[in-house]
């Protein structure tokens, strides 16, 4: 088991986001989170990298054990130096180029030289096709570019598990396709990820498991033609057949 | 008098104007810096004594500020047995722009620290940054950028508020037309006024020039 989170509770003031939160997560496996909006998914995936900070629960991840609600200094940087997160709305270092929003990671975050640093960064341009566009700052660059470089500076770093916080609902239709390729290569790659998305066909395609979220809870969890074509609950029922044309 | 005399004069005061101009700017900088850092603190201790400083020191006229540093600032040194009686004239005038300029950078600073996007700070975090790297490297220059307009009105406004020096009797570009203007009789006075005028004006050009350079460099980054 690479992750394995136990009972994670969260409220805001009076709201409680997640009522109690158990997710496993196998090497390798990609992990989709549907649900109504403010269901508390956001919230879950900032729990784990200790945006926010959880009222209870526990993580265990790659073998050590933190409790969440109340991580040292040293384990918070730890668990974000093995992990990596790609934002809805990119969050792309708006002051560095592409180039720079790669490498800065790797130089800061894992003590690489600024030379490797920008090798591994090119390397990574490439890949997705934007090294023409290395020296650009994010201003001048698309949603869809931005987002695939954000998906850049994620993975570059090696992390053991990539974040997604719905990273093609900031875009325009028309480019959300490169977007998705792009995460699609990376799962074929191996890599294992927790991807909260209201693009049911990558959940269904791609995922090899699918949560559903609601009100705080996962309602349902299993492999996800089992909850496209067999959901259990009626509010799965419902939530999927209120989207039924996305997929 | 001949009117190249007049423009030559003026000039002799020029430096000290701008010796004023530029210490009391980085004095003004280096306070401010520290001021927006305390009030930005969550200890009251700390951020009400940056709260009281703001608030008294936007409240004093710049003109009183300079008289304030001249005949206070002495005493306050003497109360801890140091006897500053002595120290050249500039010093309180920079000394009096400085702290009157403090208050305002401290403010830009501040506000535009709050106003960089906090999904900045998260993403710096989130590819492994500590608090302090996040800061340095994501978040304060573009609070710098952010608060760049203000820097530069501030500047042009500190340029103009050193012609004050002369209530504490510093001889700068401004007391010395005064002076000429009184010489000479009422000949020539509009002249010399005009001059003057132009004077802070090139000084105000150069200013903005030097912004916009800076500005064109970072026109990309949009923050
Ligand atoms: N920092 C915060 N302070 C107060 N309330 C918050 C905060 N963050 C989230 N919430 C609340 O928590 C609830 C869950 O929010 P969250 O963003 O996790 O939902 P979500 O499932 O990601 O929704 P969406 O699909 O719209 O992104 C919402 O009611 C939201 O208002
Ligand atoms: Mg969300």
Same mark, same amino acid.
């Given at each position: 088991?690479?992750?394995?989170?136990?009972?994670?509770?969260?409220? @805001? +003031? =009076?709201?409680?986001? !997640? $009522?109690? *939160?158990?997710?496993?997560?196998?090497? /390798?496996?990609?992990?989709?989170?549907?649900?109504?909006?403010?269901?508390?998914?956001?919230?879950?995936?900032?729990?784990?990298?200790?945006?926010?900070?959880?009222?209870?629960?526990?993580?265990?991840?790659?073998?050590?054990?933190?409790?969440?609600?109340?991580?040292?200094?040293?384990?918070?940087?730890?668990?974000?130096?093995?992990?990596?997160?790609?934002?809805?709305?990119?969050?792309? @270092? +708006? =002051?560095?180029?592409? !180039? $720079?929003? *790669?490498?800065?990671?790797?130089?800061? /975050?894992?003590?690489?030289?600024?030379?490797?640093?920008?090798?591994?960064?090119?390397?990574?341009?490439?890949?997705?096709?934007?090294?023409?566009?290395?020296?650009?700052?994010?201003?001048?660059?698309?949603?869809?570019?931005?987002?695939?470089?954000?998906?850049?500076?994620?993975?570059?770093?090696?992390?053991?598990?990539?974040?997604?916080?719905?990273?093609?609902?900031?875009?325009?239709?028309?480019?959300?396709?490169?977007? !998705?390729?792009?995460?699609?290569?990376?799962?074929?790659? /191996?890599?294992?990820?927790?991807?909260?998305?209201?693009?049911?066909?990558?959940?269904?395609?791609?995922?090899?498991?699918?949560?559903?979220?609601?009100?705080?809870?996962?309602?349902?969890?299993?492999?996800?033609?089992?909850?496209?074509?067999?959901?259990?609950?009626?509010?799965?029922?419902?939530?999927?057949?209120?989207?039924?044309?996305?997929? | 008098?001949?009117?190249?005399?007049?423009?030559?004069?003026?000039?002799?005061?020029?430096?000290?104007?701008?010796?004023?101009?530029?210490?009391?700017?980085?004095?003004?900088?280096?306070?401010?810096?520290?001021?927006?850092?305390?009030?930005?603190?969550?200890?009251?201790?700390?951020?009400?004594?940056?709260?009281?400083?703001?608030?008294?020191?936007?409240?004093?006229?710049?003109?009183?500020?300079?008289?304030?540093?001249?005949?206070?600032?002495?005493?306050?040194?003497?109360?801890?047995?140091?006897?500053?009686?002595?120290?050249?004239?500039?010093?309180?005038?920079?000394?009096?722009?400085?702290?009157?300029?403090?208050?305002?950078?401290?403010?830009?600073?501040?506000?535009?620290?709050?106003?960089?996007?906090?999904?900045?700070?998260?993403?710096?975090?989130?590819?492994?940054?500590?608090?302090?790297?996040?800061?340095?490297?994501?978040?304060?220059?573009?609070?710098?950028?952010?608060?760049?307009?203000?820097?530069?009105?501030?500047?042009?406004?500190?340029?103009?508020?050193?012609?004050?020096?002369?209530?504490?009797?510093?001889?700068?570009?401004?007391?010395?037309?005064?002076?000429?203007?009184?010489?000479?009789?009422?000949?020539?006075?509009?002249?010399?006024?005009?001059?003057?005028?132009?004077?802070?004006?090139?000084?105000?050009?150069?200013?903005?020039?030097?912004?916009?350079?800076?500005?064109?460099?970072?026109?990309?980054?949009?923050?």
């Amino acid at each position: 088991m690479l992750l394995e989170l136990k009972n994670i509770k969260k409220q @805001f +003031k =009076n709201n409680h986001v !997640l $009522k109690g *939160i158990d997710l496993s997560v196998e090497k /390798g496996e990609v992990i989709a989170i549907i649900g109504p909006s403010g269901s508390g998914k956001t919230t879950l995936l900032r729990n784990i990298n200790f945006l926010e900070t959880a009222d209870s629960g526990s993580m265990l991840f790659r073998e050590q054990q933190i409790d969440l609600a109340k991580p040292t200094k040293k384990q918070i940087l730890w668990a974000r130096r093995h992990m990596a997160m790609v934002f809805q709305n990119y969050n792309l @270092f +708006k =002051n560095k180029t592409a !180039l $720079k929003n *790669i490498s800065e990671g790797l130089v800061f /975050g894992q003590n690489k030289s600024k030379t490797e640093a920008d090798e591994l960064a090119c390397q990574a341009l490439d890949q997705v096709g934007l090294l023409g566009k290395k020296d650009f700052y994010p201003s001048q660059l698309s949603g869809g570019q931005q987002q695939r470089i954000g998906i850049a500076r994620a993975t570059v770093l090696n992390p053991d598990i990539v974040l997604f916080d719905e990273p093609t609902s900031a875009l325009d239709p028309e480019l959300v396709g490169t977007v !998705l390729h792009d995460m699609k290569t990376l799962a074929d790659k /191996g890599q294992t990820m927790i991807v909260v998305t209201h693009q049911m066909s990558f959940a269904r395609n791609v995922a090899s498991r699918v949560a559903f979220f609601s009100d705080g809870e996962i309602l349902e969890e299993g492999r996800s033609d089992e909850i496209f074509d067999h959901p259990q609950h009626e509010r799965t029922q419902q939530f999927l057949s209120a989207i039924a044309e996305d997929y | 008098m001949k009117l190249s005399k007049v423009i030559i004069s003026l000039l002799h005061g020029l430096p000290t104007t701008l010796i004023l101009l530029a210490f009391s700017f980085i004095f003004a900088n280096l306070i401010g810096l520290g001021l927006a850092w305390l009030y930005l603190r969550r200890n009251p201790i700390a951020n009400g004594f940056a709260r009281g400083y703001l608030g008294l020191v936007r409240g004093t006229p710049p003109l009183l500020m300079l008289l304030l540093a001249y005949y206070g600032l002495p005493k306050l040194f003497l109360l801890v047995g140091i006897d500053i009686n002595g120290w050249a004239k500039l010093i309180f005038g920079i000394a009096g722009l400085a702290i009157g300029w403090s208050a305002y950078l401290a403010e830009a600073f501040r506000s535009a620290y709050l106003s960089v996007d906090a999904g900045q700070y998260e993403a710096a975090l989130v590819v492994g940054m500590d608090t302090k790297q996040a800061f340095l490297r994501i978040i304060m220059p573009q609070a710098f950028l952010i608060a760049l307009p203000n820097i530069e009105n501030l500047l042009i406004g500190l340029v103009k508020a050193t012609s004050l020096v002369y209530v504490i009797g510093i001889v700068d570009m401004y007391s010395t037309a005064v002076d000429l203007s009184n010489q000479n009789q009422g000949v020539y006075q509009l002249e010399i006024f005009v001059i003057l005028a132009l004077i802070y004006w090139v000084v105000v050009l150069l200013i903005e020039w030097g912004f916009r350079r800076f500005r064109k460099h970072y026109q990309y980054v949009t923050v």
